[in-house]
């Protein structure tokens, strides 16, 4: 399974980006793909998840009216619409799949079998 982001880079406050995450050689019937974001000098921190058994899942209220999580599995890539961006979304942003499909405890990064390498975000004030 190889997973690749694109699509970060430099935005002023209230811009927007979309991110991609192209998922290869993992099976989207039934499926489980996570954002997730580490901040410079903070811990790394789920942003939301999408999966095939649960739907999808918020980890932070400060981008719950803000990003949206899509998946197209004709493209086999999860999207990632951050919209009204602040100066605190700054953070390298990576995408994480599991074979089970739900996204319980996905907060336990160890969960998650298949990483990026991320993208960075990084919004001026």
């Known amino acids: 399974v190889q997973v690749v982001e694109s699509g970060g880079g430099w935005v002023q406050t209230g811009g927007s980006l979309r991110l991609s995450c192209a998922v290869s050689?993992?099976?989207?019937?039934?499926?489980?793909i996570g954002w997730f974001r580490q901040a410079p000098g903070k811990a790394r921190e789920a942003v939301v998840c999408?999966?095939?058994?649960?739907?999808?899942?918020y980890y932070l209220d400060s981008v719950k009216d803000r990003f949206t999580i899509s998946v197209d599995k004709a493209q086999n890539t999860v999207y990632l619409q951050m919209n009204s961006l602040q100066p605190e979304d700054t953070a390298v942003y990576s995408c994480?799949?599991?074979?089970?499909?739900?996204?319980?405890?996905?907060?336990?990064?160890?969960?998650?079998?298949?990483w990026g390498k991320g993208t960075l975000v990084a919004v001026s004030s």
């Open positions: 999408a999966s095939s058994g649960e739907g999808t899942t």
């Open positions: 050689g993992y099976t989207f019937h039934a499926y489980a």
């Open positions: 994480a799949a599991r074979n089970r499909p739900v996204c319980s405890q996905v907060e336990n990064f160890n969960s998650m079998g298949f």
